[in-house]
């Protein structure tokens, strides 16, 4: 029988994360007896250490939990994009391993399902900064692209017709779609094929995310997830949608690029060695064409504020953050900094715990 709900678990060398989060999944289905409306699938990326020991113990415990293991490491992509294809279910969440969700949600979540007709995806608003612009219910794709491009691709964040992606992928291959963000140029493509309207709703399903723990931010992984990447990946479906989406995705950018701008400069003057500035530095000026003048003026000063030596640029930035920020700004970006190099020093002592995401193939 086919489910409503498949529960997308893409993971990679991340037992310690992922027995948490398997807890926590199993005792809600049990306790709610959502057995036959649920299905939980984790996608195994060839890891290392004990993790696919760990997802058979699962699988022996639970029918529910259906399970894959890659061959070989297929690249972080490929490998969500498998754990969303595989889906038995009308629908699919996609949850990172170090992602938790909230006791109660996922009953919540069915009867949703169960009760929005035609819906295609479903975008929890509950942690967007600006959700308060929002009632629940259906937008049309423009609008809610205007406002969430970026945050609707995030992991926890979204419920998508599973035949998306089985539908996309088919015709497509994996290599089509960018390293980063192909689950939200899928929803784009599955949205603008079948005119089917995003539901927005203030759900709360992510209740916690461990990823700022476990995941290095460097001005160069900054630049790449929060800009570059958002602008390959709907240049890649430029020619599959209409002028106005793609021009919806282009706003919410522009309208971004302030607070993109603060992170990668923080992370960039405070936190990258003299390596990573240079590799920002040298990629932003490879790239700068493609992009409008307001954005090119942004990510220009970027240029020049990481060619500057260390000791000047963190003393301008201090001031400006005294200035704008206060005392408060100062405490908070020195406890960020302290958090940052402390995950620094453990990537480099080659934790599997801490990584850094890879964009190139």
Same mark, same amino acid.
């Given at each position: 029988?086919?489910? $409503?709900?498949?529960?997308?678990? %893409?993971?990679?060398?991340?037992?310690?994360?992922?027995?948490?989060?398997?807890?926590? $999944?199993?005792?809600?289905? #049990?306790?709610?007896?959502?057995?036959?409306?649920?299905?939980?699938?984790?996608?195994?990326?060839?890891?290392?250490?004990?993790?696919?020991?760990?997802?058979?113990?699962?699988?022996?415990?639970?029918?529910?939990?259906?399970? *894959?293991?890659?061959?070989?490491?297929?690249?972080?992509?490929?490998?969500?994009?498998?754990?969303?294809?595989?889906?038995? +279910?009308?629908?699919?969440?996609?949850?990172g391993d170090d992602d938790r969700i909230r006791k109660n949600s996922l009953p919540e979540l069915l009867n949703i399902l169960r009760s929005s007709p035609n819906l295609g995806? $479903?975008?929890?608003?509950? *942690?967007?900064?600006?959700?308060?612009?929002?009632?629940?219910?259906?937008?049309?794709?423009?609008?809610?692209?205007?406002?969430?491009?970026?945050?609707?691709?995030?992991?926890?964040?979204?419920?998508?017709?599973?035949?998306?992606?089985?539908?996309?992928?088919?015709?497509?291959?994996?290599?089509?779609?960018?390293?980063?963000?192909?689950?939200?140029?899928?929803?784009?493509?599955?949205?603008?094929? +079948?005119?089917?309207? %995003?539901?927005?709703?203030?759900?709360?399903?992510? #209740?916690?995310?461990?990823?700022?723990?476990?995941?290095?931010?460097?001005?160069?992984?900054? =630049?790449?997830?929060?800009?570059?990447?958002?602008?390959?990946?709907? *240049?890649? #479906?430029?020619?599959?949608? %209409?002028?106005?989406?793609? *021009?919806?995705?282009?706003?919410?950018?522009?309208?971004?690029?302030?607070?993109?701008?603060?992170?990668?400069?923080?992370?960039?003057?405070?936190?990258?060695?003299?390596?990573?500035?240079?590799?920002?530095?040298?990629?932003?000026?490879?790239?700068?064409?493609?992009?409008?003048?307001?954005?090119?003026?942004?990510?220009?000063?970027?240029?020049?504020?990481?060619?500057? %030596?260390?000791?000047?640029?963190?003393?301008?930035?201090?001031?400006?953050? =005294?200035?704008?920020?206060?005392?408060?700004?100062?405490?908070?970006?020195?406890?960020?900094?302290?958090?940052? $190099?402390?995950?620094?020093?453990?990537?480099?002592?080659?934790?599997?715990?801490?990584?850094?995401?890879?964009?190139?193939?």
């Amino acid at each position: 029988m086919k489910k $409503l709900l498949t529960i997308s678990i %893409p993971t990679w060398n991340r037992e310690f994360l992922l027995q948490e989060l398997l807890n926590d $999944l199993t005792q809600q289905i #049990i306790t709610f007896s959502l057995e036959n409306s649920i299905e939980i699938l984790v996608s195994d990326n060839n890891s290392e250490d004990n993790t696919w020991k760990l997802i058979c113990q699962y699988k022996d415990k639970f029918d529910f939990i259906t399970t *894959n293991k890659n061959d070989c490491n297929i690249g972080a992509k490929s490998n969500v994009l498998k754990s969303m294809e595989l889906a038995n +279910s009308e629908y699919v969440l996609f949850v990172g391993d170090d992602d938790r969700i909230r006791k109660n949600s996922l009953p919540e979540l069915l009867n949703i399902l169960r009760s929005s007709p035609n819906l295609g995806v $479903l975008i929890d608003i509950s *942690n967007y900064k600006y959700k308060d612009q929002f009632s629940n219910g259906y937008l049309d794709l423009s609008t809610t692209l205007e406002c969430l491009y970026w945050y609707m691709g995030n992991a926890s964040h979204f419920v998508c017709k599973t035949d998306f992606f089985k539908k996309f992928l088919q015709k497509h291959g994996y290599d089509y779609y960018n390293e980063c963000w192909p689950q939200t140029q899928i929803m784009i493509l599955g949205l603008t094929e +079948s005119k089917l309207k %995003p539901f927005v709703i203030d759900l709360n399903i992510l #209740i916690e995310s461990k990823h700022s723990l476990v995941m290095v931010y460097t001005s160069y992984y900054l =630049w790449r997830t929060c800009i570059y990447d958002l602008l390959i990946s709907v *240049n890649v #479906i430029k020619d599959q949608i %209409p002028e106005e989406i793609f *021009n919806s995705c282009r706003q919410q950018m522009k309208f971004g690029i302030k607070q993109n701008f603060l992170n990668i400069l923080q992370c960039g003057v405070f936190v990258d060695d003299e390596i990573t500035k240079k590799k920002t530095r040298n990629d932003i000026i490879n790239k700068l064409h493609m992009f409008s003048i307001n954005e090119k003026f942004f990510l220009s000063i970027i240029v020049v504020a990481l060619s500057f %030596p260390a000791i000047i640029s963190k003393y301008i930035s201090n001031c400006f953050i =005294w200035i704008t920020k206060g005392k408060k700004g100062l405490v908070k970006k020195n406890r960020f900094v302290a958090g940052e $190099l402390q995950k620094k020093k453990k990537s480099l002592a080659q934790s599997k715990q801490v990584r850094s995401l890879v964009f190139e193939k």
